[in-house]
């Protein structure tokens, strides 16, 4: 059985996206014999010097072996300048690793007018070209038309999707009748950190309020990371809306992905939808239509999915879209197809694991100098 190493420096909490992204794509290779190991850079409580002479002592029998370094910005930095992902690939490449580098975040992060951020973001666009330009191979997660300093020529450049970050159901949404009387169910799976969140919630709280008025009965579902803490939130934003509020917070994977079969719709409004947003392919593979905003999706297999996107922050077309979504039994079943059919074709991880094992498969060696 050959050997995957995927490289990841520090983890996010309580839950980690590009973890969990390497805990999947593992039990997907399995199948094809090949084994993924995961091994942490703990740099972030051990210190550089000593986190990098374990490194020289665990790689020591990496030669020939393929090292996946999982790139995002704050994974290698306690502040942005992710230099030491840099220093890592150096070690790899000392070490005789194969070197392969998954960009999660294939450009620099940063916003805003404040000098510091002018210089995080120079410091990531340049640590993010100098990893793609010392691996071996580069895999990114969104498409390569969309990442602009790449060459669209380069052999060892490839687009490979990520997978929902939990199981995929046993079973998916049932079709209710429109005149049994039943509220429909809108998911709502994780929130953005403050001062986002705030946000969030309003444009949520202003579409149910609106899909209300047309629907009647809706229970909004709650879960995943910040929905416990925003609960105050949420019921002031839905005071006075005849709503059926539930509030889960951090689950297992497993009632994550039963939740979520069984709701009609879910709402996705942390900023344009886009092919790396994890809980937003959690619907697609629970087969859900999809609510939220436009801007980032075209182009992209997500395209292919049963969503239905508005103008950014446009939150009355975002609950006029929603109202659609659960009064046309028609439009919900068409759009639920969809999501089924671009999870089968793009995001299931067994789709995911043939990728990366034609395509680490399909590089040679490189000669020794």
């Known amino acids: ?69 999982q790139y995002t910005a704050l994974a290698w930095s306690r502040r942005g300048f992710p230099l030491g992902a840099l220093v890592v690939l150096a070690v790899l490449r000392l070490r005789g690793a194969r070197c392969a580098v998954v960009f999660h975040e294939p450009y620099s992060q940063m916003e805003g007018s404040r000098w510091i951020d002018r210089m995080r973001g120079a410091c990531q666009d340049w640590v993010i070209r100098r990893l793609y330009y010392r691996a071996e191979r580069s895999i990114f997660t969104e498409p390569l038309n969309r990442v602009g300093w790449v060459a669209q020529n380069d052999p060892k450049a490839v687009f490979i999707p990520i997978g929902a970050n939990i199981p995929e159901p046993q079973t998916h949404s049932r079709t209710r009748p429109a005149n049994n009387g039943a509220a429909k169910t809108v998911a709502v799976f994780c929130l953005s950190s403050p001062p986002m969140r705030q946000g969030e919630v309003k444009d949520i709280c202003s579409a149910v309020r609106f899909a209300v008025a047309s629907c009647g009965r809706i229970r909004i579902v709650f879960l995943g990371r910040e929905t416990a803490d925003a609960q105050g939130e949420i019921v002031r934003n839905l005071e006075g809306v005849a709503v059926e509020v539930l509030n889960l917070g951090l689950r297992a994977v497993e009632e994550i992905s039963d939740t979520l079969a069984e709701a009609d719709a879910m709402l996705c409004v942390r900023g344009p939808l886009y092919p790396r947003r ?47 979504v659960l009064t046309d039994d028609g439009f919900r079943a068409e759009l639920r197809k969809r999501s089924r059919s671009a999870h089968e074709k793009h995001f299931c991880w067994s789709i995911i694991a043939r990728q990366y094992a034609e395509s680490l498969g399909s590089v040679p060696p490189e000669k020794p100098p």
């Open 278 to 324: 994890g809980s937003a392919l959690a619907g697609v593979a629970c087969g859900l239509p999809i609510v939220g905003y436009e801007g980032a999706a075209a182009g992209t297999p997500l395209e292919e999915a049963g969503i239905a996107l508005v103008p950014y922050k446009d939150s009355k077309a975002l609950g006029a879209a929603l109202a659609r």
């Open 1 to 69: 059985m050959s050997s995957l190493i995927a490289l990841l420096g520090r983890c996010d909490v309580p839950v980690d996206g590009v973890e969990d992204y390497c805990t999947f794509l593992g039990q997907a290779l399995a199948p094809r014999n090949r084994q993924l190991k995961k091994v942490s850079v703990e740099w972030f409580d051990a210190g550089w010097a000593r986190a990098l002479r374990r490194l020289w002592r665990a790689s020591k029998e990496w030669r020939g072996t393929w090292v996946a370094l």
